[in-house]
C-alpha cells in the first residue's frame, strides 16, 4: 500500500538544520526538564506501600485523610484520586512497624466510617527492594544501548552505529522529559515502555539504514542527501503506516485500558511519535555530519569483495587439489 507518490523524492536532508536544531531544543528542554523536576519514582523504585480503594459514591478524600491520622502507620500519608472521584489511591512509607501488618484490614478498620469501599489492590515494597530494582533498571538500559551499538556498528559501519545510538538518546531524553513534566509515576512498566521505545526506534531506524545502504551501493553519484533523499522516500509509505498502526493501537489502551497502565501507554505514545521522527529526520542526517562518506564505504565494500572472491579462489584451488 502506497500513500506517497513512489516517483517523488521529497527533500528530507535539505530541511536537515532545521530538524537538528528542533531536536536539540527537545532534548535540552527535556534534560532541563529533568534536572529542575527530577523523576517521580513509584514504589517499585522509591519503595512504600500503595492501598487502592474503591468508593460505591464519591470518595470523602478528606474525612479519609482526617481518619489516616489516627494511627501512626499513616503518618505523612497521600491521599489522591485514581482515574475517578470513586477511586484513591494511598501512598506512605514502609516502616518497619507497619511490615508485619495486614495493611488491607488496618484501613478497612480505620476507615469504617467514610462509606462503603472495597480494597482493590495493596502494594508493598521495602526501600532496599526498590534501589536495587532502580538499579538493575538503570543497567539493564545502559547494556541495552552496548549491545545495539555493537549489533550496528556490525551490522553496518561505525558511523551508522553511533548515529543510531544518538537517535535512542534523542527519543529516550525526549520521553523522559515528558515523564517528568507530567510528574508520571516511574514503574517497573515505565521502564519496560523505555525500552520499548528503544526497540521500536532501532527497528525503524535499522530500516531506513538498511534502505540507505542498498543505495550506495545503487547510487551512481556520490551526493549522500540525495541517496537519503531516495532512500528515506521510498520506506516512507512503510514507516508512516506502520507507526500509525502502532499508535492507533497504544492509543486505544491509552483511552480505555483504565488508570493502571495510562502512565504506560502515555510513554509509548510519545515514544512512538519521536521514535519515529528520529528515524527520518535525526538518524540519516546524523550520517553527513558524522563523515560518512559514500566513496570511502564503496572502496571498502571493494576491498571486501576482492578479499572474497580471493579466499574463494583459494578455496576452489584446495579442493581442487592444486594447493
Known amino acids: 500500500m502506497e500513500i506517497f507518490k513512489s516517483d517523488k523524492i521529497y527533500d528530507f536532508m535539505g530541511k536537515s538544520k532545521l530538524f537538528i536544531a528542533l531536536s536539540l531544543i527537545l532534548v535540552l528542554a527535556s534534560w532541563a526538564i529533568l534536572f529542575t523536576r527530577g523523576l517521580h519514582y ?5 519503595g512504600g506501600t500503595l492501598v487502592q480503594l474503591k468508593y460505591e459514591k464519591s470518595a470523602p478524600i478528606k474525612k479519609i485523610r482526617e481518619d489516616l491520622k489516627k494511627d501512626p502507620i499513616f503518618k505523612n500519608a497521600s491521599i489522591t484520586e485514581f482515574g475517578s472521584p470513586n477511586e484513591v489511591v494511598i501512598r506512605f512509607s514502609t516502616s518497619s512497624s507497619s511490615v508485619g501488618v495486614d495493611i488491607g484490614d488496618k484501613v478497612r478498620e480505620l476507615l469504617k466510617n467514610t ?14 527492594v526498590g534501589n536495587e530494582l532502580r538499579e538493575k533498571g538503570l543497567m539493564a538500559m545502559v547494556l541495552s544501548i552496548i549491545a545495539i551499538l555493537i549489533y550496528v556498528a556490525f551490522r553496518f559501519e561505525w558511523r551508522f552505529g553511533l548515529a543510531a545510538i544518538l537517535a535512542l538518546v534523542h527519543d529516550v531524553s525526549i520521553s523522559l522529559g515528558f515523564v517528568s513534566l507530567f510528574q508520571i509515576d516511574v514503574n517497573l512498566d515505565i521502564l519496560a515502555a523505555i525500552l520499548t521505545i528503544m526497540g521500536y ?3 525503524d531506524t535499522i530500516i531506513v539504514f538498511d534502505r540507505i545502504r542498498e543505495g550506495i551501493k545503487e547510487a551512481k553519484v556520490m551526493d549522500l542527501f540525495s541517496v537519503i533523499n531516495e532512500s528515506v522516500t521510498k520506506t516512507l509509505s512503510r514507516t508512516t503506516l506502520t507507526s500509525l498502526t502502532t499508535f492507533f493501537v497504544v492509543l486505544t489502551l491509552y483511552l480505555f485500558g483504565g488508570e493502571i497502565i495510562k502512565g504506560f501507554s502515555f510513554t509509548l505514545l510519545i515514544g512512538i511519535i519521536v521514535g519515529t521522527y528520529s528515524s527520518i529526520f535525526v538518524a540519516s542526517p546524523l550520517l553527513k555530519w558524522l563523515g560518512f562518506s559514500i566513496e570511502d564505504f564503496k572502496k571498502k565494500e571493494a576491498e571486501k569483495e576482492k578479499r572474497r572472491r580471493e579466499k574463494e579462489k583459494i578455496r576452489q584451488m584446495y579442493e581442487g587439489g592444486v594447493v
Open 42 to 46: 513509584g514504589i517499585d523504585f522509591a
Open 115 to 128: 462509606g462503603k469501599f472495597k480494597v482493590r489492590r495493596v502494594d508493598m515494597v521495602g526501600p532496599k
Open 201 to 203: 526506534s532501532l527497528n
